[in-house]
């Protein structure tokens, strides 16, 4: 569920534009924050190829609202506990990328994806590269 989203668009003199996108989450078990940040490089939507290119920098961060729960097993004289042994969560990610728009019908965009925590029990992945064609018909 979504509990409150915002955006500001800022034109600059010349043409130059950005935005800030973010929006808080919530479910059950997880709450979360997004921020987007982005600003137009170069666009012209009268071009016939290259349309646009803008950078993006976006912030996620995800957090768990409750204690794990963990189940324990005896099994002759030794007991098993499977769960979270971490307990709580807390997963920042930093994304960083190019959005491109090709003859005002094709959006392509590339980026890689970082964490920002340290700690191996928050931590899933190393980094990510994302490339997505998105075509419009």
């Given at each position: 569920m979504r509990l409150a989203a915002g955006r500001f668009t800022r034109q600059a003199p010349g043409g130059v534009s950005g935005w800030c996108l973010w929006y808080f989450t919530t479910s059950r078990y997880t709450a979360g924050l997004d921020l987007e940040i982005g600003r137009w490089l170069y666009r012209n939507p009268r071009a016939p190829w290259l349309s646009g290119v803008a950078c993006v920098v976006e912030f996620h961060y995800t957090t768990t609202l409750q204690d794990a729960d963990s189940v324990t097993a005896i099994v002759g004289l030794d007991s098993l506990t499977f769960g979270n042994?971490?307990?709580r969560m807390d997963v920042?990610?930093?994304?960083?990328?190019l959005h491109?728009?090709?003859a005002d019908r094709t959006l392509l965009r590339v980026g890689g994806v970082f964490p920002l925590d340290d700690d191996a029990?928050?931590?899933?992945?190393d980094a990510e590269l994302q490339v997505q064609v998105e075509r419009r018909f």
């Amino acid at each position: 569920m979504r509990l409150a989203a915002g955006r500001f668009t800022r034109q600059a003199p010349g043409g130059v534009s950005g935005w800030c996108l973010w929006y808080f989450t919530t479910s059950r078990y997880t709450a979360g924050l997004d921020l987007e940040i982005g600003r137009w490089l170069y666009r012209n939507p009268r071009a016939p190829w290259l349309s646009g290119v803008a950078c993006v920098v976006e912030f996620h961060y995800t957090t768990t609202l409750q204690d794990a729960d963990s189940v324990t097993a005896i099994v002759g004289l030794d007991s098993l506990t499977f769960g979270n042994s971490a307990n709580r969560m807390d997963v920042p990610n930093l994304t960083v990328g190019l959005h491109g728009e090709i003859a005002d019908r094709t959006l392509l965009r590339v980026g890689g994806v970082f964490p920002l925590d340290d700690d191996a029990d928050d931590r899933f992945f190393d980094a990510e590269l994302q490339v997505q064609v998105e075509r419009r018909f």
